[in-house]
């Protein structure tokens, strides 16, 4: 029985996103795929922007209504992600309080198990297994399995490599050259392909 340990979650409990309900969208199925992402540099990008829109941009007459959006979608996009990455943590402890908890009460189950079995065979009376058909059952899968693992992959170690029952096929000759010691010591080389 594997006994997993973790810390409590001292994350936030609650999430109000009521700040964002305007800018958060739900896409259709596959509508990710299609989409930009923002690549590496861009935190560089929006200090430069910052710096040189409102002086060489203005100056050389470059198109300022862009700019403005880019504005807008940046405050939106650190609103989002804000909630976002606080989510994601409390979604990531969600998931491995749930896989924790399932495993210990499969420890458990299998621990109910054995006392079933074990009273079901001291007391010889066949229909004692039949209340816990469902539980008997549902344990069994495990070894089940691992049964079925063990003939497959007996069965895959029994099959005979064609080329090897190949009589038909024309044996290759090799010659063997004599073997040379050297007293130098080994050198690396470098260029051969090889790690």
Known sequence: MAIVKGEGYKGPLTFDLSDVKDDIVDLPPGAMARLRHERDGYEKVEHELAVSMPTVGVTAGIAQEPYTRILDKTARIARIRAHRQAMEKAVEVLLESEA????????????????????AHRSGDATFKAAFE??????AQTALKAVKTRLKNAAIGTDEDPQESDTTAPKATTTTAPATVSTS???????SGSH
Not at 134 to 139: D, G, I, K, M, P
Not at 185 to 191: D, Q, W
């Open 100 to 119: 924790k908890y399932t495993h210990e009460r499969e420890d458990d189950l299998s621990a109910l198990v054995d006392s079933i079995r074990s009273v």
């Open 134 to 139: 469902e539980t008997l059952r549902y344990a």
């Open 185 to 191: 010591p080994a050198v690396p080389t470098t260029g």
